[in-house]
């Protein structure tokens, strides 16, 4: 190992090969023998022989080796084979090392002590290392002392809080908190004291439950927020606001006290400072939101803005117009319509009469920074409170949509901005005609102008769109015109622009208009879609033009979505999967979007798809094989029932190639979770299209359907595992809409579905219960299941349909307030009387 100076030597040259081949020597040593490797990295890191550059280097490393040992197969459970011996030097070596006289490799050190602390003390060994740490961390001799306190902020950070007993926290705490106070004179010791605290903060759980050690550590905090050296306000205010996300509940009592740092802050301090005490209460705003948005009893909203919003008020409307500058730097005038965002969210109509004042005497000012204030405020305020008292916005919508066509670019942008969030949470003030006039051309122009500006534009129209889809405002003379913008909008050269991505925005644009759009517009649909398969075409061979491809693919599916039956030639669409299949070439294989615009296209063939299964079925496989993306591998499933469905009565001469992958994604363990839920969707569409012809696969795909249906039937619950409850709810609702299509798929094989019909009615009275949470796809497929058994089967399932739960279930839902599903019930009972 001697050689490992000189390692250490080219990893510091100045030519990258002699860096390159110290990384791979540097590999190699370390798999030969991890155990000699890191003491002798320790020793170099020790050694006052060794330059400063080598030893800060040794424990970098030393520190990275350590601390991932979970990321190397051949590492995990290094740790616990070190010889004792072994442990000990790299223990003395790098603790020694923390009073070394050169600030770089004492905090090379910490980090390596650090490291070496976090596996011991996970392993309940090495505990004196915090005892020898806190001793430290007052020493007088001030090197060692600030060296001390790093590696405690170090070691908590990350550190699981029950591998440190109580009583070392509370000294970790005192000694860090001590170097806090007033009266510590050392600038550099207090903000690393100040830093050290906040990577423990996560231990001081219990502290903060005890009110007298809460108001130490708050009274600490917030003196040191108005401390006479900025670096030491800013540093005490990051930590506040981690206290305000961690210990939101224990808030109350400081409230005063915060509204008078943070408002100091606002309105005295310098920009950095300033922007930290706006975000103080923007942490307090999100947290009470994500509170109101999912009540719960165990983590109540406290009511923080609502005592404070006056106040807040106050401050924000007088400093809203503080605008920095026309980038996108953050600064006074962002953070205060960010905080007044989360105030209209929690505390609603409290904020309208003020706001509303300041947009009325504001919108129409000489000054463009109180006409861009008026506008942040309007767009600030969308969310929350009542339609009732957001209306009177509705008359400042016209100077809105004039101040898009401004000439002073900060303005301009956030006009676009605004009209964005009206469209996105107000659309209703847009769409009466009045304004929809001024606002359509006005955002028709912003297309032409600054990619920032043009991309507010796009998403409002995206909005605007969606949302009005109803009524169908975007008729045939309005699509076109809109249509044509947003052509010439994706086709500028500034529109791949990664900071905004005007091309994607414009993209999405389309392929929503071209989804929405009233049915006197589809022909001008049907004519464009052979101008999108040429760009696709043009760009299919540069592998750069990534985002183009998937942007050209949404739009030629929604394109095929809605274009008739019958108007997709034959030209069209093998010129298509031609362009398709060079892209994935290009990229080296298939992307999402590409995967679901064959979906669409078959779905439009139907039948006349099945001459392009071949170029399709390799895609298929590769995918299903390869299981990359979840994202992917669930497209490629959904393709194969889009396929089987639109070839309808065809499909059956090719159920096996249907059957077989879907089955296969089922009996993995490698198969993504949401992959096997729409392999059974997929499934359901194959029995649909195919019918008797699944007969060969039937007792293999009803053991496998079963299951996946006796793991839906465990209860979890939806705070502790929203993921987990979300799946299986999907795969529920998969079942049964499976077992629905499996009852009238195989209508004609009356024997085999009788067989399995008692399983099904024990699975639809099971998922029933409302433990289960079931809603509307479940109540309809059990209501549709109970009937078509009656009808198809009669007295043949009498046995087990004229039981008491299932005439209770059908009589629950013939006075439903759902239509659909009262309808239902009404039908499933008039079978069962028959019966």
């Given at each position: 190992?001697?050689?490992?100076?000189?390692?250490?030597?080219?990893?510091?040259?100045?030519?990258?090969?002699?860096?390159?081949?110290?990384?791979?020597?540097?590999?190699?040593?370390?798999?030969?023998?991890?155990?000699?490797?890191?003491?002798?990295?320790?020793?170099?890191?020790?050694?006052?022989?060794?330059?400063?550059?080598?030893?800060?280097?040794?424990?970098?490393?030393?520190?990275?080796?350590?601390?991932?040992?979970?990321?190397?197969?051949?590492?995990?459970?290094?740790?616990?084979?070190?010889?004792?011996?072994?442990?000990?030097?790299?223990?003395?070596?790098?603790?020694?090392?923390?009073?070394?006289?050169?600030?770089?490799?004492?905090?090379?050190?910490?980090?390596?002590?650090?490291?070496?602390?976090?596996?011991?003390?996970?392993?309940?060994?090495?505990?004196?290392?915090?005892?020898?740490?806190?001793?430290?961390?007052?020493?007088?001799?001030?090197?060692?002392?600030?060296?001390?306190?790093?590696?405690?902020?170090?070691?908590?950070?990350?550190?699981?809080?029950?591998?440190?007993s109580t009583t070392q926290v509370n000294s970790i705490l005192s000694a860090i908190a001590l170097s806090m106070t007033p009266t510590e004179p050392n600038l550099d010791i207090k903000i690393i004291a100040i830093k050290a605290f906040k990577n423990s903060l996560r231990f001081a759980k219990k502290n903060f439950e005890v009110q007298q050690e809460r108001d130490i550590i708050m009274q600490l905090i917030i003196v040191g927020c108005t401390h006479t050296n900025e670096e030491i306000r800013i540093e005490n205010?990051?930590?506040?606001?981690?206290?305000?996300?961690?210990?939101?509940?224990?808030?109350?009592?400081?409230?005063?006290?915060?509204?008078?740092?943070?408002?100091?802050?606002?309105?005295?301090?310098?920009?950095?400072?300033?922007?930290?005490?706006?975000?103080?209460?923007?942490?307090?705003?999100?947290?009470?939101?994500?509170?109101?948005?999912?009540?719960?009893?165990?983590?109540?909203?406290?009511?923080?803005?609502?005592?404070?919003?006056?106040?807040?008020?106050?401050?924000?409307?007088?400093?809203?117009?503080?605008?920095?500058?026309?980038?996108?730097?953050?600064?006074?005038?962002?953070?205060?319509?960010?905080?007044?965002?989360?105030?209209?969210?929690?505390?609603?109509?409290?904020?309208?009469?003020?706001?509303?004042?300041?947009?009325?005497?504001?919108?129409?000012?000489?000054?463009?920074?109180?006409?861009?204030?008026?506008?942040?405020?309007?767009?600030?305020?969308?969310?929350?409170?009542?339609?009732?008292?957001?209306?009177?916005?509705?008359?400042?919508?016209?100077?809105?949509?004039?101040?898009?066509?401004?000439?002073?670019?900060?303005?301009?942008?956030?006009?676009?901005?605004?009209?964005?969030?009206?469209?996105?949470?107000?659309?209703?003030?847009?769409?009466?005609?009045?304004?929809?006039?001024?606002?359509?051309?006005?955002?028709?122009?912003?297309?032409?102008?600054?990619?920032?500006?043009?991309?507010?534009?796009?998403?409002?129209?995206?909005?605007?769109?969606?949302?009005?889809?109803?009524?169908?405002?975007?008729?045939?003379?309005?699509?076109?015109?809109?249509?044509?913008?947003?052509?010439?909008?994706?086709?500028?050269?500034?529109?791949?622009?990664?900071?905004?991505?005007?091309?994607?925005?414009?993209?999405?644009?389309?392929?929503?208009?071209?989804?929405?759009?009233?049915?006197?517009?589809?022909?001008?649909?049907?004519?464009?879609?052979?101008?999108?398969?040429?760009?696709?075409?043009?760009?299919?061979?540069?592998?750069?033009?990534?985002?183009?491809?998937?942007?050209?693919?949404?739009?030629?599916?929604?394109?095929?979505?809605?274009?008739?039956?019958?108007?997709?030639?034959?030209?069209?669409?093998?010129?298509?999967?031609?362009?398709?299949?060079?892209?994935?070439?290009?990229?080296?294989?298939?992307?999402?979007?590409?995967?679901?615009?064959?979906?669409?296209?078959?779905?439009?063939?139907?039948?006349?798809?099945?001459?392009?299964?071949?170029?399709?079925?390799?895609?298929?496989?590769?995918?299903?094989?390869?299981?990359?993306?979840?994202?992917?591998?669930?497209?490629?499933?959904?393709?194969?029932?889009?396929?089987?469905?639109?070839?309808?009565?065809?499909?059956?001469?090719?159920?096996?190639?249907?059957?077989?992958?879907?089955?296969?994604?089922?009996?993995?363990?490698?198969?993504?979770?949401?992959?096997?839920?729409?392999?059974?969707?997929?499934?359901?569409?194959?029995?649909?299209?195919?019918?008797?012809?699944?007969?060969?696969?039937?007792?293999?795909?009803?053991?496998?359907?079963?299951?996946?249906?006796?793991?839906?039937?465990?209860?979890?619950?939806?705070?502790?595992?929203?993921?987990?409850?979300?799946?299986?709810?999907?795969?529920?609702?998969?079942?049964?809409?499976?077992?629905?299509?499996?009852?009238?798929?195989?209508?004609?094989?009356?024997?085999?579905?009788?067989?399995?019909?008692?399983?099904?009615?024990?699975?639809c009275m099971l998922i029933s219960q409302d433990k289960y949470h079931p809603g509307f796809i479940v109540h309809r497929c059990i209501l549709g299941i109970i009937g078509d058994l009656c009808n198809y089967y009669g007295v043949r399932v009498r046995e087990f349909l004229k039981v008491q739960v299932v005439m209770m279930y059908v009589q629950k839902f013939r006075s439903s307030n759902n239509l659909r599903l009262r309808d239902l019930a009404s039908w499933a009972n008039n079978g069962l009387n028959k019966i």
């Amino acid at each position: 190992m001697s050689s490992l100076l000189g390692i250490l030597a080219q990893a510091l040259s100045i030519e990258d090969q002699a860096r390159q081949n110290s990384q791979n020597l540097l590999q190699e040593e370390k798999q030969k023998n991890p155990e000699i490797f890191c003491l002798e990295l320790s020793r170099l890191l020790a050694s006052t022989a060794v330059s400063e550059p080598t030893r800060q280097l040794a424990g970098i490393i030393l520190k990275n080796t350590i601390l991932n040992l979970n990321n190397e197969d051949y590492l995990i459970s290094f740790w616990d084979k070190v010889s004792s011996e072994s442990k000990n030097e790299i223990r003395v070596n790098t603790l020694g090392t923390l009073a070394c006289d050169k600030r770089s490799i004492r905090l090379s050190a910490a980090q390596a002590v650090s490291s070496v602390a976090k596996q011991d003390l996970s392993r309940k060994e090495w505990g004196e290392i915090i005892d020898i740490l806190v001793a430290n961390a007052s020493s007088e001799n001030l090197a060692f002392r600030e060296a001390s306190l790093m590696t405690l902020g170090y070691i908590c950070d990350g550190l699981d809080t029950s591998y440190i007993s109580t009583t070392q926290v509370n000294s970790i705490l005192s000694a860090i908190a001590l170097s806090m106070t007033p009266t510590e004179p050392n600038l550099d010791i207090k903000i690393i004291a100040i830093k050290a605290f906040k990577n423990s903060l996560r231990f001081a759980k219990k502290n903060f439950e005890v009110q007298q050690e809460r108001d130490i550590i708050m009274q600490l905090i917030i003196v040191g927020c108005t401390h006479t050296n900025e670096e030491i306000r800013i540093e005490n205010f990051k930590l506040l606001l981690d206290v305000v996300n961690s210990y939101y509940d224990y808030m109350s009592g400081y409230l005063i006290e915060l509204g008078r740092i943070t408002f100091q802050a606002v309105r005295q301090d310098e920009l950095k400072v300033a922007l930290l005490g706006l975000e103080v209460w923007n942490a307090l705003g999100d947290i009470e939101v994500d509170r109101k948005e999912s009540p719960s009893a165990d983590l109540p909203i406290r009511g923080y803005l609502l005592a404070a919003v006056n106040d807040l008020l106050v401050l924000l409307l007088e400093n809203i117009h503080r605008v920095q500058s026309e980038d996108d730097e953050w600064d006074i005038n962002k953070a205060c319509a960010s905080v007044l965002t989360v105030l209209a969210q929690v505390t609603e109509d409290k904020v309208m009469d003020s706001c509303l004042e300041y947009i009325e005497k504001n919108i129409s000012r000489n000054e463009w920074q109180l006409r861009q204030a008026a506008l942040m405020v309007i767009g600030s305020i969308v969310e929350g409170p009542s339609n009732m008292k957001i209306a009177p916005i509705s008359k400042s919508v016209p100077l809105v949509a004039q101040m898009l066509r401004e000439e002073n670019i900060i303005v301009k942008q956030s006009a676009a901005w605004t009209i964005s969030k009206l469209a996105t949470h107000q659309y209703k003030l847009l769409t009466n005609p009045h304004n929809f006039n001024q606002v359509l051309p006005a955002l028709l122009d912003s297309l032409n102008q600054t990619p920032k500006i043009a991309c507010h534009a796009c998403w409002a129209l995206i909005n605007l769109i969606e949302k009005s889809s109803e009524i169908k405002l975007f008729k045939l003379g309005i699509f076109e015109h809109v249509f044509h913008g947003l052509i010439l909008s994706a086709m500028r050269s500034d529109s791949s622009h990664q900071e905004h991505n005007l091309q994607l925005a414009a993209y999405t644009a389309l392929s929503t208009l071209i989804q929405k759009s009233s049915e006197d517009c589809v022909p001008h649909i049907e004519q464009n879609i052979t101008n999108f398969i040429v760009l696709l075409k043009q760009h299919s061979t540069l592998a750069k033009n990534e985002l183009l491809h998937s942007s050209l693919c949404d739009v030629l599916s929604s394109s095929f979505l809605r274009a008739r039956s019958g108007q997709i030639n034959e030209e069209q669409a093998k010129g298509f999967l031609e362009a398709l299949t060079e892209v994935f070439n290009t990229r080296n294989g298939v992307f999402e979007e590409g995967i679901m615009a064959i979906g669409s296209l078959a779905g439009n063939l139907c039948g006349n798809f099945v001459g392009y299964l071949p170029i399709v079925g390799p895609f298929i496989s590769f995918t299903l094989e390869k299981q990359d993306s979840e994202a992917l591998c669930k497209a490629v499933t959904m393709l194969i029932g889009d396929i089987a469905r639109g070839l309808g009565d065809i499909a059956k001469g090719y159920v096996g190639d249907f059957m077989q992958p879907l089955m296969a994604n089922l009996r993995s363990d490698k198969t993504y979770a949401q992959v096997k839920v729409q392999s059974i969707c997929s499934l359901s569409d194959v029995i649909a299209s195919c019918k008797e012809s699944t007969m060969p696969f039937l007792n293999d795909l009803l053991s496998l359907i079963q299951d996946a249906a006796t793991a839906s039937a465990a209860l979890i619950k939806e705070d502790e595992d929203p993921d987990l409850f979300e799946y299986f709810k999907d795969l529920r609702e998969a079942i049964i809409e499976f077992y629905e299509n499996l009852i009238q798929g195989l209508s004609s094989c009356s024997d085999d579905v009788v067989r399995f019909a008692p399983t099904i009615m024990n699975y639809c009275m099971l998922i029933s219960q409302d433990k289960y949470h079931p809603g509307f796809i479940v109540h309809r497929c059990i209501l549709g299941i109970i009937g078509d058994l009656c009808n198809y089967y009669g007295v043949r399932v009498r046995e087990f349909l004229k039981v008491q739960v299932v005439m209770m279930y059908v009589q629950k839902f013939r006075s439903s307030n759902n239509l659909r599903l009262r309808d239902l019930a009404s039908w499933a009972n008039n079978g069962l009387n028959k019966i």
